[in-house]
C-alpha cells in the first residue's frame, strides 16, 4: 500500500515536471524568438556574424547567424574551378567542400561582393600615401578588424569606418573571387560564375541563439 502510494506521487511528479519542462520550453523558444528577430534588424546591412545582448549581472543572449553550403552538381562546379577544384573539394567517396570553398561558394551564393578595387577604394578613403600604405597591410575583410583600423589609422568617425570596412569586405571578396576564376583559368565572365553556383548550391541560413551565465 506503501509503495503504491509512492508510486502514485512519483507518477504525479513527474507529470507535473514535464508539464512545467513543456511550458518553459515554450516560453524558452518565445524569448529566443524575441532574440532572433531582434538580432536580425540589429545585424542587417553589417557583416558581424553575432549580436550580443546582456542581462543585469553576468549572463548575456549571443545570437549567431550561420551559413550552410550544400552543393547540388559537384560537376558543374569542378567545371567551374577547372585544375584548381582538388585545391578547394577533398575527394572521398563523396565530395566535400573545404571551409574557404564555402566560404567562397556562400559569398558568391549570397552576393557578398561589390565589383572594384581595393587600391582605388583605400585612395578614396584617405590621399594621404603614408596612410594608404598601411591600409592596404591591415584591411583583410574582417568587419569588425577593419572598421576599428580605419577608425585607429585613418581617424575615422564610427560611422565612417563602418561603411568603408563593408564596402572594403565586398570589395576583397571580389577580388579574392576574381583570382580563384583566373586560377581556375575561367573562360566566362564572373557573372556566368556565379549564375553556375547559384543552380549548383544551396546556401541554408540558419540562426542560432547562446545563453551564457558565468559562475558566481
Known amino acids: 500500500m ?61 545570437v549567431g547567424n550561420s551559413e550552410t553550403v550544400k552543393p547540388i552538381s559537384m560537376t558543374m562546379i569542378k567545371k567551374m574551378l577547372g585544375d584548381v577544384f582538388g ?10 567542400m573545404t571551409e574557404p570553398c564555402k566560404r567562397l561558394f556562400s559569398m558568391m551564393f549570397m552576393g557578398n561582393y561589390t565589383e572594384g578595387s581595393l587600391d582605388a ?3 578614396a578613403i584617405t590621399a594621404d600615401e ?10 583583410k575583410g574582417k568587419y569588425e578588424k577593419d572598421a576599428a ?25 571580389w577580388e579574392w573571387m576574381i583570382q580563384i576564376l583566373a586560377s581556375a583559368e575561367w573562360k566566362g565572365t564572373p557573372q556566368e560564375a556565379i549564375d553556375i553556383i547559384k ?14 551565465s558565468e559562475k558566481e
Open 2 to 62: 506503501e509503495q503504491t502510494n509512492e508510486i502514485k506521487a512519483k507518477v504525479d511528479e513527474l507529470a507535473d515536471l514535464t508539464k512545467q519542462q513543456s511550458e518553459i520550453k515554450t516560453k524558452i523558444d518565445s524569448i529566443k524568438a524575441w532574440f532572433e528577430t531582434m538580432a536580425v534588424e540589429d545585424l542587417r546591412d553589417t557583416k558581424l556574424k553575432t549580436a550580443e545582448y546582456w542581462g543585469n549581472a553576468s549572463a548575456k543572449v549571443i
Open 130 to 139: 603614408k596612410i594608404q600604405r598601411t591600409l592596404k597591410k591591415k584591411l
Open 121 to 123: 577604394t583605400i585612395k
Open 87 to 96: 585545391d578547394f573539394v577533398k575527394e572521398e567517396t563523396t565530395y566535400k
Open 149 to 173: 583600423t580605419l577608425a585607429k589609422v585613418a581617424g575615422l568617425s564610427e560611422t565612417e569606418a563602418s561603411d568603408w570596412a563593408y564596402l572594403a569586405a565586398e570589395i576583397i571578396n
Open 199 to 212: 543552380a549548383a548550391i544551396i546556401v541554408d541560413e540558419g540562426i542560432k541563439v547562446t545563453v551564457e
